[in-house]
C-alpha cells in the first residue's frame, strides 16, 4: 500500500509562485510515475505533470509547459509541483497520485491517491 499526502496550498495572487509537496509513504517501487492533477470546481478532474521515479522523465500538460515544473527527492520520497507565474485560471484542488505504470495523463493509470491540497489564485 502507498500513501501520498500534498501539502504547500495556499491563497496567492496573480503572479506569485507557489511550490507543492507530495509526500509518499508506505510500499513503493523504483519504477513507479507520479503525477499531480487538478480539478476546479464544476469541472473534470484534468491532468497537470508527471515524472518518472526512476529514468526521470518528466511530462507537462500544454497549458502548464514553461510555468510549472515536476521535480523528486528520492531520498525524501518526495514529489514536487513548483508553480510560477500563477494565474486565477490556476485555482482547483490538487492531487498527487502514484502508479506503476509508465508516465501517463489518465486518471486509470494510476492507483493511488492523495486527499488534495487546494491552490486559490486571486486576481
Known amino acids: 500500500q502507498v500513501q501520498l499526502v500534498e501539502s504547500g496550498g495556499g491563497l496567492v495572487q496573480a503572479g506569485d509562485s507557489l511550490r507543492l509537496s507530495c509526500a509518499a509513504s508506505g510500499r513503493t517501487f523504483s519504477n513507479y510515475a507520479m503525477g499531480w492533477f487538478r480539478q476546479a470546481p464544476g469541472k473534470e478532474r484534468e491532468f497537470v505533470a508527471a515524472?518518472?521515479?526512476?529514468?526521470?522523465?518528466?511530462y507537462y500538460a500544454d497549458s502548464v509547459k514553461g510555468r510549472f515544473t515536476i521535480s523528486r527527492d528520492s531520498a525524501k520520497n518526495t514529489v514536487y509541483l513548483q508553480m510560477n507565474s500563477l494565474k486565477p485560471e490556476d485555482t482547483a484542488a490538487y492531487y498527487c497520485?502514484?502508479?506503476?505504470?509508465?508516465?501517463?495523463?489518465?486518471?486509470?493509470?494510476?492507483?493511488?491517491w492523495g486527499q488534495g491540497t487546494q491552490v486559490t489564485v486571486s486576481s
Open positions: 497520485a502514484a502508479g506503476r505504470g509508465i508516465l501517463s495523463r489518465r486518471s486509470g493509470d494510476y492507483d493511488y
Open positions: 515524472i518518472n521515479w526512476s529514468v526521470v522523465s518528466t
